[in-house]
């Protein structure tokens, strides 16, 4: 079973419309959660860590279920500037090597006018 | 503040042909190294990591291999390229804690 698991997409949504990914990890003693995006031929940025309690930046709202071991992202009002690749990544959590992160092979989204 | 830089970003080489890429890390010590391949529409694989010099950890076996001659120094290397090793080479550092790793600008590799 893979540690971080995404719907890879691809999805295709107007601007200004709402889009959610979701994504599930393995290892219930992970304790860091994030959400990079990734533009074509590009690297990986930090988008922004998912706390507990949720947080937003923006746009952009994420949230974690501990209890489902399911993080998820909401974009409202979509702009083209967001088509990218989303990737959730998850840390290791206690007893696996120290500062590992796992990465989801993301989703891909496309923003049109 | 910090900053990660890797070069070269395109390389051409011939099959059987070695490899050398560098990344170096500046504004930060003693930071965890990373060395990520992506190939064309699939997701990060880790190749290697370090949490100090000389410190090498191996996540897939394979004709790469790494070395960390200084502590914001990351080497990655090959002796002889297969074609299954072009891909886009991603190098990363983070702190011990980690919050969310930095990457490079990345390598982009192509094995004729």
């Known amino acids: 079973r893979k540690e971080v698991e995404q719907d890879p997409g691809p999805f295709n949504v107007p601007e200004g419309a709402t889009v959610a990914f979701n994504c599930t990890y393995s290892n219930s003693a992970s304790q860091s959660f994030f959400w990079y995006r990734q533009d074509c031929r590009k690297e990986p940025k930090l988008l922004m860590s998912?706390?507990?309690s949720g947080n937003e930046d923006g746009r952009f709202t994420a949230q974690l279920n501990r209890a489902s071991q399911y993080i998820s992202l909401l974009i409202r009002d979509s702009k083209l500037s967001d088509s990218a690749t989303y990737l959730c990544?998850?840390?290791?959590?206690?007893?696996?090597?120290?500062?590992?992160?796992?990465f989801g092979r993301g989703t891909q989204l496309t923003v049109w006018p | 503040s910090q900053t990660i830089h890797q070069w070269p970003a395109t390389l051409v080489q011939p099959v059987g042909s070695p490899l050398s890429l560098e990344c170096t890390v500046e504004?930060?010590?003693?930071?965890?190294l990373y060395w990520y391949r992506q190939a064309a529409g699939r997701g990060l694989q880790l190749l290697f990591y370090?949490?100090?010099?000389?410190?090498i950890s191996s996540e897939v076996p394979q004709n790469l291999s790494a070395s960390r001659p200084q502590d914001r120094q990351f080497i990655l290397s090959s002796k002889k390229l297969l074609l299954s090793d072009s891909g886009f080479y991603l190098c990363?550092?983070?702190?011990?804690?980690?919050?969310?790793?930095?990457f490079g600008s990345g390598t982009r590799l192509t094995v004729v």
């Open positions: 504004g930060t010590s003693n930071p965890n």
């Open positions: 990544v998850v840390n290791g959590g206690r007893g696996s090597t120290l500062g590992r992160l796992y």
């Open positions: 998912v706390y507990s």
């Open positions: 990363a550092w983070s702190d011990r804690t980690p919050n969310g790793y930095t």
């Open positions: 370090s949490v100090g010099i000389g410190q």
